[in-house]
Structures are given as structure tokens and as C-alpha cells.
């Protein structure tokens, strides 16, 4: 009877730890960041001019746009980008949200490659924040009523540009409630850089760092 007893115990006491070592951590999980490099100069580095950015738009883009419901009758030369896995699409003004198929492949292998690097550096995840996409001629006009530097002839015009802000980015919470160190944006940059070098190398986009705008503004090639 007593061997009973130490056998039902010693099971329970079991079970009890098993069910100790299931409970998920729910302390702050904190960054450990490492090998955090960057650019060594950001104009250096993505100083693609607009003539460059212009010339790969042409080539693999599409007719410029007079208005909105004409984007909505191109059927498969574009895709509508939407918040997922990868990136967050912000309160797009004066664009809408679509690109070109390429466009859209190098927007989800920067989202995707961005979130691999940082789990790579030991930091929390965060996505990137897309701030301007395809413009049409009257979301051009419209710009420029409030801002005189936009350009009238927009390389958003052809669906193969889009802006990444790198004062912005989207914290990615834990599915179970576990809290989250935030991450610095200024840290955040740096890694962000390191991604858009290295996808520029590959001959795979144009990248211009834009100073007043706080954006990459990136064309596909």
C-alpha cells in the first residue's frame, strides 16, 4: 500500500513540474543586440539619383496614371500591398497601395529579410512602416498643392517606387502576452541600412536617402 502511495505521489510531484516547466516566461524579454553595423554614410551610401530611379521606372513599370479608378482597372500589372507578416502600410494621403509584381517581391524580401537580421542581432521584432506608394497624376497635382518641392514627374507615377520611413517602425507583439523590450529607432536604422545595402549590391534596387522626408525611397529594377 505504501508503494502505492510513493508511486501516486512521485507521479503527481512529476506531472507538477512538467506542468511548471509548460508555463510560458512571461518576464521582459530583453534585446541582446550584437553585431550591429550599419552604413558607413547613409548619402554615400543610397545616393541613387531621381534620373536613375526614373530610368528603371520607365523600364519596367507601368503608363503613368491620370486617377485612382483607372488604377482599379489594371487587373494583374499591379498588386494592392496590404499589412502582413512583413511590413505595415501607413495612412497612405497622396498614394495608393499598389506596385508592380517586382515592386512588391523586393517590398516583401526587404519586410522579411529586415525581420531575419534582427533575430540575427538579438533584437525584439519590429516591421518596416511603408509611407508612399503608387501615385497617380491627380494625387501628384494634389501633393504639390502643399508641398512646392514634390516633383511633377514622380517616379510613384509608374508603380515601381515605394518610401520605407526609418524614424517609424511597427512593434511586433508577442502573440501570448509576453512584454517586449522596445528597440531604438536610431538602432532599428541601422539595421534597416544593412538589409537595403546589401539588396543594392545585388543589382536589385535604387535607393535614395531622403533627409527631410525621414525615408528610403527605394525602386525596384
Same mark, same amino acid.
Given at each position: 500500500?505504501?508503494?502505492?502511495?510513493?508511486?501516486?505521489?512521485?507521479?503527481?510531484?512529476?506531472?507538477?513540474?512538467?506542468?511548471?516547466?509548460?508555463?510560458?516566461?512571461? &518576464?521582459?524579454?530583453?534585446?541582446?543586440?550584437?553585431?550591429?553595423?550599419?552604413?558607413? &554614410?547613409?548619402?554615400?551610401?543610397?545616393?541613387?539619383?531621381?534620373?536613375? =530611379?526614373?530610368?528603371?521606372?520607365?523600364?519596367?513599370?507601368?503608363?503613368?496614371?491620370?486617377?485612382?479608378?483607372?488604377?482599379?482597372?489594371?487587373?494583374?500589372?499591379?498588386?494592392?500591398?496590404?499589412?502582413?507578416?512583413?511590413?505595415?502600410?501607413?495612412?497612405?494621403? =497622396?498614394?495608393?497601395?499598389?506596385?508592380?509584381?517586382?515592386?512588391?517581391?523586393?517590398?516583401?524580401?526587404?519586410?522579411?529579410?529586415?525581420?531575419?537580421?534582427?533575430?540575427?542581432?538579438?533584437?525584439?521584432?519590429?516591421?518596416?512602416?511603408?509611407?508612399?506608394?503608387?501615385?497617380?497624376?491627380?494625387?501628384?497635382?494634389?501633393?504639390?498643392?502643399?508641398?512646392?518641392?514634390?516633383?511633377?514627374? &514622380?517616379?510613384?507615377?509608374?508603380?515601381?517606387?515605394?518610401?520605407?520611413?526609418?524614424?517609424?517602425?511597427?512593434?511586433?507583439?508577442?502573440?501570448?502576452?509576453?512584454?517586449?523590450?522596445?528597440?531604438?529607432?536610431?538602432?532599428?536604422?541601422?539595421?534597416?541600412?544593412?538589409?537595403?545595402?546589401?539588396?543594392?549590391?545585388?543589382?536589385?534596387?535604387?535607393?535614395?536617402?531622403?533627409?527631410?522626408?525621414?525615408?528610403? =525611397?527605394?525602386?525596384?529594377?
Amino acid at each position: 500500500m505504501k508503494k502505492i502511495i510513493y508511486t501516486i505521489m512521485m507521479s503527481f510531484c512529476l506531472m507538477s513540474v512538467m506542468a511548471a516547466c509548460k508555463e510560458k516566461d512571461m &518576464s521582459m524579454k530583453m534585446n541582446e543586440p550584437r553585431n550591429i553595423k550599419g552604413v558607413i &554614410s547613409y548619402k554615400r551610401s543610397f545616393g541613387d539619383l531621381n534620373d536613375t =530611379h526614373m530610368a528603371a521606372a520607365k523600364k519596367i513599370g507601368i503608363k503613368p496614371l491620370q486617377n485612382r479608378e483607372a488604377a482599379e482597372r489594371l487587373g494583374g500589372k499591379v498588386v494592392e500591398i496590404k499589412d502582413g507578416d512583413f511590413y505595415q502600410v501607413d495612412s497612405l494621403t =497622396h498614394s495608393i497601395p499598389f506596385l508592380v509584381p517586382r515592386a512588391s517581391a523586393l517590398l516583401d524580401s526587404i519586410g522579411a529579410n529586415f525581420l531575419d537580421s534582427l533575430a540575427n542581432k538579438g533584437l525584439n521584432p519590429n516591421q518596416v512602416i511603408v509611407t508612399s506608394v503608387l501615385r497617380t497624376q491627380d494625387d501628384v497635382k494634389k501633393l504639390r498643392r502643399v508641398n512646392g518641392n514634390a516633383s511633377a514627374n &514622380s517616379v510613384h507615377m509608374f508603380g515601381t517606387t515605394f518610401d520605407i520611413s526609418y524614424k517609424r517602425f511597427f512593434k511586433v507583439e508577442d502573440p501570448d502576452g509576453r512584454p517586449m523590450q522596445d528597440v531604438r529607432a536610431d538602432t532599428l536604422k541601422l539595421v534597416l541600412s544593412e538589409v537595403l545595402r546589401d539588396l543594392k549590391k545585388k543589382d536589385m534596387c535604387y535607393i535614395k536617402y531622403e533627409l527631410k522626408q525621414g525615408c528610403f =525611397h527605394i525602386t525596384a529594377r
